[in-house]
């Protein structure tokens, strides 16, 4: 394990033992509900992401999914219980696997990505969703994944310029994105008999619609994207839309940012599959995954004691 790795372990390790003064684990993914205090911020992103991969996954036939760089396991937990399949969780961070096991009862194994302690085709699919963008070298990375998956890979990134990321990495703060890729980064794997398909992920509307998800006042001075008319009718209106703006809502904006996707180029995350078998084949039967299915599968808290109630 090199520097960088460490380092990024260790910054991990502090981020998924965190727990906030009420005593609830303070999640990565929105896994108590889109409106929860107890998660990190821009959950929308998080459920537009989510919804995309899980629909990916359903398409493959498979019967067992690796989530590698999971993080606590919300998407392996939406996997199993939306798809029917078995689920293994790994990241990085042993406090990550141990969240996995605390909140969703999850097997998981801490493992770097660069050198996976799974056998060759051990699982059907792998997931490796925002995390190829913070590892030390991705194409070792991406030959680990392929080397256990045996029918496919569900990758997502995201869609930054070269730019950016060179900004990023002057900042030297831990587990910051190292890495750009645009949609034809995984191009080199068709001479090598994969197929590789990408889509979009996250269009340039999204702010639009975050702020009817989340209402939230808005600065005059900071914000020169609407009219300051627009912004004092948006600000009266906000009880409003706290009370009709809930789970149906996001999933319909879910599937609004996918048709927004497939008409507009600009987009701020790529979503790839990468199939390592073409033919049908043993495996599990597709199963459909509705967005609203994704936004309404929540967790119950949980808290320092790790007995957690169910949320009244």
């Given amino acids: 394990m090199d520097e960088y790795t460490r380092k990024t372990k260790a910054w ?13 684990y303070h999640a990565h993914q929105s896994i108590y509900g889109f409106r929860s205090d107890h998660a990190e911020p821009r959950p929308i ?4 992401c989510l919804y995309q991969v899980l629909k990916a996954l359903s398409r493959i036939p498979c019967r ?5 760089g999971g993080a606590e396991g919300y998407k392996a937990y939406l996997a199993r219980e939306l798809l029917g399949v078995d689920v293994l969780l790994s990241d990085l961070s042993e406090e990550a696997c141990m969240r996995g ?19 060759d085709g051990s699982v059907d699919a792998v997931l490796c969703s925002e995390t190829l963008e913070h590892v030390t070298d991705w194409q070792k990375a991406l ?9 496919a890979v569900v990758i997502t990134v995201p869609y930054e310029s070269e730019a950016l990321i060179e900004r990023l990495k002057e900042t030297k703060e831990s587990h910051t994105h190292i890495h750009s890729f645009t949609p034809k980064s ?14 979009r992920l996250i269009s340039p509307l999204l702010y639009f619609y975050e702020l009817l998800l989340e209402p939230r006042e808005v600065e005059h001075r900071n914000d020169s994207r609407y009219p300051r008319l627009f ?10 839309l706290k009370r009709v703006m809930n789970e149906r809502a996001l999933a319909s904006v879910i599937r609004l940012d996918e048709i927004a996707c497939r008409f507009h180029k600009g987009c701020s995350g790529l979503l790839f599959v990468i199939r390592t078998d073409f033919e049908k084949g043993e495996g599990g039967r597709p199963r459909s995954v509705s967005a609203y299915q994704v936004v309404a599968t929540t967790v119950p808290y949980l808290y320092r004691n790790k007995r957690a109630p169910e949320k009244t």
């Fill in 143 to 151: 030959d680990e994944i392929l080397r256990v998956a045996r029918k």
């Fill in 101 to 119: 096991r605390d909140l969703f009862r999850l097997d998981s194994a801490t493992a770097d990505i660069h050198s996976l302690p799974f056998r």
């Fill in 12 to 24: 991990l390790d502090t981020r998924f033992r965190y727990y906030d003064e009420d005593g609830i």
């Fill in 231 to 240: 912004k004092t009718l948006y600000h009266a209106s906000i009880p409003l």
């Fill in 186 to 199: 995984f191009d080199f794997l068709l001479a090598r008999n994969y197929r590789v398909f990408c889509s």
């Fill in 64 to 68: 067992s999914v690796l989530d590698v």
């Fill in 45 to 48: 992103t998080r459920y537009l």
